[in-house]
C-alpha cells in the first residue's frame, strides 16, 4: 500500500470541501479507505467491525458543514475521528471497557499475529503511557511507518521514533533478563539432580555458578547502554530527553 500523505489528503478534502469536481468525494474515499480500515482494525480488532467503522466514518465526513472541516493536519482530525468512534462503539458494547487496556491483542482478537509476536507487542505496552500505547500499537498492528503516524497523532516524528524504540528496547531488556534467569534457574536444579559435581557436568554447573552474578552484571550493563544510546540518539536538545 502507498504512504497516506497529508498534502494529497489536504487537497483532496479541501476539493470536496469546495465541491469543485463531480467525483471529489469519490477520490477521497478512494484514497483515504484502505488506511482508515487499517486504523479502525488497530482499536476494533475485527475486520468486519472495522468495515462498518469505515462506512460510518465517511458517512459522517459527506454530512459535515463545510466549516467543520479542518484547515490543517487533517490526517490528525481523521485520526481522531476513527479513534473517537471505535471508544464509542466499544463503550456502548462493554459497560467494563477500559481505555487502558484496549490496544492490547489477545486470544478472542481477529488478528494474524502469532503466540511470540503477540506477547512482545503487549509487553510492549507494559508501563507505556497511553501516546506509547498507540505509537505502538499503529506501528506493529496498523503497520503505518513513523510519518504516518507523526501526522495522525500530531508529534514530531523524532517523538515517534524515540518513544516507539523505548519500548522496543525495554522489551528486549525484559527477554534478555529471562534468559539469565532462566539459566540461574537452570543451573539451581542441576545441582540438585547431580548433588556433587563430576564429568562434564561439573564444567557445565560450575561455570554457571561461578559466573551466575556476572551475567546478572551484564544484563544491567546492556539496560545502561541502551538507555544511553536511546538518550544521545533522540534526546530534543542538548541536556533534555524528549518525553514520552
Known amino acids: 500500500m502507498q504512504t497516506i500523505s497529508q498534502n494529497k489528503t489536504h487537497v483532496l478534502l479541501r476539493a470536496w470541501e469546495q465541491r469543485n469536481t463531480d467525483g471529489s468525494y469519490e477520490d477521497l474515499y478512494n484514497y483515504l479507505y484502505e488506511p482508515v480500515l487499517k486504523l479502525a482494525n488497530v482499536f476494533l480488532k475485527n475486520k468486519s467491525l472495522s468495515e462498518d467503522a469505515v462506512n460510518e466514518i ?22 481522531k475521528m476513527v479513534k473517537n468512534y471505535c471508544i464509542e462503539y466499544l463503550s456502548k458494547k462493554d459497560p467494563n471497557f477500559n481505555e487502558d487496556n484496549f490496544l492490547i491483542v489477545t486470544d478472542s482478537d481477529e488478528y494474524s499475529i502469532d503466540y511470540i509476536d503477540r506477547y512482545d ?11 506509547q500505547k498507540e505509537i505502538v500499537a499503529l506501528k506493529i498492528l496498523g503497520g503505518f511507518n513513523f510519518r504516518e503516524i507523526s501526522n495522525f497523532m500530531s508529534l514530531p516524528i523524532r517523538t515517534i521514533k524515540s518513544d516507539y524504540y523505548i519500548c522496543f528496547s525495554i522489551v528486549k531488556l525484559m527477554s534478555v533478563t529471562a534468559l ?5 534457574l537452570l543451573t539451581y536444579f542441576l545441582k540438585l539432580k547431580t548433588g556433587t559435581y563430576d564429568g562434564e557436568v561439573t564444567d557445565f554447573v560450575t561455570f554457571f555458578s561461578k559466573y551466575q552474578t556476572i551475567g546478572y552484571l551484564i544484563g544491567f550493563i546492556i539496560f545502561l547502554i541502551i538507555t544511553i544510546f536511546l538518550y544521545i540518539k533522540f534526546r530534543k536538545k542538548p541536556g ?4 514520552g
Open 121 to 131: 507487542y503487549n509487553n510492549m505496552l507494559i508501563g507505556a503511557t497511553p501516546e
Open 240 to 243: 533534555k530527553l524528549i518525553r
Open 180 to 184: 539469565i534467569s532462566l539459566v540461574a
Open 58 to 79: 465517511f458517512i459522517r465526513i459527506y454530512k459535515i458543514e463545510k466549516d467543520v472541516l479542518p484547515d490543517k493536519n487533517e490526517l490528525s482530525w481523521i485520526y
